[in-house]
């Protein structure tokens, strides 16, 4: 028996780390179904779903440099103001920090921003975004975008 107890505690020990990964790579996906959901819902223009996915402490800061509340950012999709018609992400990449995550990498949108522009725009950016888990789901609670001008990168 007391084998037995041995073994199983060197067992779990062992398999801590295995879990561990499991836990973040789980944690990682999970935001990445969050800012999918987040980025779906902006195209379908659904309010109630991104009432849900942004937390009420939102900063949104945009490439044109226009920055939005929670509030503000919902407003202008309700009046159509901000038009989000397709995001197609090109590398984005998550690190965990316990119940925060950030986002990192790319995306092509496809928009139309009447505080900026009458017309459709097409814009690549970079993009930086925190994720907060809260209540045992993940919220945006901070995105910031810059138009990327195609200059080389220095890493």
């Not at 659904?46 to 939102?58: I, Q």
Request: aromatic share 8%; with cysteine; net charge negative.
């Amino acid at each position: 028996m007391k084998c037995f107890v041995v073994m199983t505690l060197l067992f779990f020990i062992l398999m801590m780390p295995l879990f561990s990964v499991a836990q973040k790579e789980s944690a990682e996906a999970q935001v990445l179904a969050a800012e999918k959901a987040r980025t779906t819902a902006l195209i379908n223009h659904d309010l109630a779903a991104l009432d849900k996915l942004l937390g009420d402490d939102l900063t949104y800061v945009h490439a044109s440099g226009r920055m939005d509340t929670k509030a503000s950012l919902l407003e202008a999709i309700r009046s159509d103001k901000l038009h989000y018609m397709s995001w197609e992400p090109k590398d984005l990449h998550v690190r965990m920090h316990g119940d925060i995550a950030v986002l990192d990498g790319k995306y092509h949108v496809h928009v139309i921003n009447r505080f900026a522009s009458p017309d459709p725009l097409d814009i690549d950016l970079f993009i930086l975004s925190v994720y907060a888990r809260r209540g045992g789901h993940w919220q945006q609670i901070a995105w910031e975008s810059t138009k990327d001008v195609g200059l080389p990168a220095t890493h």
